[in-house]
């Protein structure tokens, strides 16, 4: 096994496909982590815009992580119907396409591209987050720990889905158990002790602030809180991942998820509320995250507790898995529509949509470093395209049951309709109450997006019409092409090169450029090697063109003659031969002139259909050609004047 093959695995045939698959298991740590590791940071949201209250704050945890766990409720029920509706896999992009047209779809598209780049980028930095809350010192490299994350999490997941799921259980569910404990334990003490159970590690005293919480920012407070619910759609984008039975399989996994994500909300905002826990300033150096102070508070500092953080810091940096489950199985369905570059289509060695993967990167590497790697400078921007995709899922589906009809249409279509109208509010709210901190970005990048996906779409359009041909093949006027070789000096590489030019044509035309003033030398030896083996073999030698260049340009010169002589002969080919030299080992090329392929890029910009451009290559260290020309009886004789 190739050191290569051991380090992202081995090829996957596409017969082996099947094996890929996965079930509810492992379908958590891949399409879950993004919606249950925001249970980490969309409390601590929405805690944050709380501190002006003080203690009053801790208060309307409680009545605002509820009213998103109904909405949270509504969507899970309005996502189970989609997987029924769409078994291979019913992404916003799919639905809203196929039900409202390609507009609302382009409009989906472009909302969860930037909801999974977001996510990605969102849960590294609150994981890093999680430990620097345990480890105070490593505040000054939190940018440096977000990139090395990123690189890890792209080097486990292009390994395939199923090593994905194995290799992130351990850490799932250790997050899982961990937190569910502190809950269990947490709310045990709480009700133990009447509602005031005492913190075993003490909590950073709150001030007294005031009671009153303002209807603008309790907006906010919400739309910073519906930060949780972000990742519920996984799983429906990504059904044809699992194992037969494919919808129960999906149903299954994305049940467990809400659940678990509904009793994580519920109980985070309870025990808050009950160990008088709030948000500290995630830029004050004494800064530690809400799960931090409530694990602290209910299990104390000892090994628990760092356990528990780091599978949390595991877990939400994890959680950008999600995004590298789901953003390239979006951009090859976008792809699939012309909408996208085809090389989104493109199946990888380990049957991934690789260049899905390595977009995505390139995006979140790029977020990471402007907003520094912290968390909540990224949040403003992340609800938005969640809730648009969330909207236009369901008001497709609203469509798609009226289309279908059938028994229990109507009940479906109310579901879906409920969860339309639900999630439609909260987009409103959430960009509103966003619209200044940073949420007017993710406006302008919608329709920025949309306007490059219809940009693509034009040139696939434009390009399908030109190469679209309806009539048999025209087997008239099929003259021999003129060939055209560049020629430097002489070479077994130009030999070559003259050697094919006269098997493809009789009417070849070798052209040197004197940049170096070395003309006289270079057409004695085309009289001597070249010339005078034809004379003797009595065929005609081809033609000699001789390009003067007083300014010692080479390539300009040369370029500029193919293009007047394509002018020249409007009813023939013109085929440029380009002779180049391969080297064997990657440091060798810089000890030699790349013109050869500046050469190629100049014809092919400046070339037209009839300019036809073949590389000759020859290989360093290969067997030499040792046949002199002028026994060449291959080559036809040259009738009448050559070109």
């Known amino acids: 096994m190739s050191f290569f093959d051991l380090f992202v695995g081995k090829p996957i045939a596409s017969s082996e496909e099947r094996a890929e698959h996965i079930g509810p298991i492992a379908g958590i740590p891949v399409f879950g982590l993004d919606a249950l590791s925001s249970a980490a940071y969309g409390p601590e949201a929405a805690l944050t815009l709380l501190i002006p209250l003080g203690v ?35 992404g916003s992009y799919t639905v809203a396409s196929e039900n409202l047209g390609d507009g609302a779809g382009l409009f989906a598209a472009a909302a969860l591209m930037i909801d999974y780049i977001l996510n990605a980028a969102v849960g590294i930095s609150a994981g890093v987050g999680a430990l620097v809350s345990a480890f105070p010192k490593l505040l000054p490299h939190t940018l440096a720990l977000c990139l090395l994350i990123l690189a890890l999490l792209t080097l486990v997941n292009i390994r395939g889905v199923k090593d994905t799921g194995s290799i992130f259980l351990l850490p799932t569910y250790l997050f899982l158990g961990s937190l569910l404990l502190v809950i269990g334990v947490g709310a045990f003490r709480a009700i133990a002790a009447h509602g005031h159970p005492v913190p075993v590690v003490e909590p950073p005293r709150l001030p007294p602030g005031v009671a009153l919480l303002p209807f603008w920012l309790l907006l906010k407070v919400f739309a910073s809180g519906c930060t949780a619910m972000t990742g519920v759609e996984a799983v429906s984008n990504g059904v044809g991942a699992f194992r037969e039975p494919t919808q129960k399989n999906a149903k299954r996994t994305l049940t467990i998820i809400i659940i678990l994500l509904m009793v994580f909300l519920a109980g985070i905002a309870l025990l808050c509320r009950a160990y008088g826990i709030g948000a500290t300033d995630p830029a004050s150096p004494g800064y530690q995250s809400v799960l931090s102070m409530l694990i602290s508070a209910v299990m ?42 085809h090389v989104f289509k493109i199946r990888g060695r380990r049957l991934l949509y690789s260049h899905g993967i390595y977009a995505l990167v390139g995006f979140t590497a790029f977020l990471l470093i402007i907003f520094g790697g912290v968390t909540d400078r990224l949040i403003p921007l992340f609800a938005i395209g969640a809730f648009l995709a969330f909207t236009l899922s369901q008001a497709g589906m609203v469509m798609h049951w009226k289309k279908t009809g059938g028994a229990g249409s109507t009940h479906r279509m109310i579901i879906n309709g409920v969860g339309a109208l639900a999630t439609g509010i909260t987009l409103v709210v959430v960009l509103v109450a966003k619209f200044t901190e940073g949420a007017w970005i993710t406006a302008v990048l919608v329709p920025a997006l949309i306007g490059t996906m219809l940009a693509v779409k034009r040139h696939y359009d434009r390009v399908a019409r030109e190469v679209a041909v309806t009539r048999p093949m025209h087997i008239d006027d099929l003259k021999e092409p003129l060939v055209v070789v560049p020629v430097d000096r002489w070479t077994r590489v130009t ?36 010339v005078a083996p034809f004379a003797a073999a009595g065929k005609k030698a081809p033609q000699f063109v001789l390009l003067p260049s007083p300014y010692r340009f080479i390539l300009m010169p040369l370029v500029d003659y193919i293009l007047k002589l394509e002018a020249e002969n409007p009813d023939r080919q013109i085929a440029v031969l380009v002779p180049e030299l391969v080297v064997r080992r990657w440091w060798q090329t810089p000890l ?23 590389n000759i290559p020859w290989y360093l260290e290969s067997p030499a050609l040792t046949q002199p020309l002028a026994t060449a009886k291959d080559m036809p004789v040259t009738e009448g004047e050559s070109a």
């Not at 992580?65 to 019913?90: E, M, N, R």
């Not at 356990?307 to 898995?321: F, H, M, Q, T, Y």
């Not at 052209?511 to 170096?516: G, I, L, P, Y």
């Open 300 to 341: 104390g500092r000892g090994w628990f507790y760092y356990v528990s953080i780091g599978s949390i810091l595991a877990v939400l940096a994890l959680s950008a898995n999600t995004s590298y489950a789901d953003f390239p199985r979006l951009t090859r369905a976008i792809a699939e529509r012309d909408y996208l570059p």
């Open 495 to 530: 030999e070559k090169g003259l050697r094919f030019a006269m098997k493809l044509s009789r009417h070849v035309q070798a052209v040197h450029v004197d940049a170096e003033e070395q003309s006289d030398g270079v057409q004695r030896d085309w009289q001597q090697n070249v």
């Open 56 to 90: 009053a704050g801790i208060a309307h945890i409680v009545p605002i992580s509820t009213a998103i766990i109904l909405l949270l409720a509504i969507v899970f029920f309005s996502y189970l119907q989609t997987i029924d509706a769409y078994p291979h896999g019913g």
């Open 592 to 614: 030699h002139n790349q013109r050869a392929q500046v050469l190629k890029l100049l014809l092919l910009v400046r070339g037209n259909q009839r300019i036809i451009v073949i």
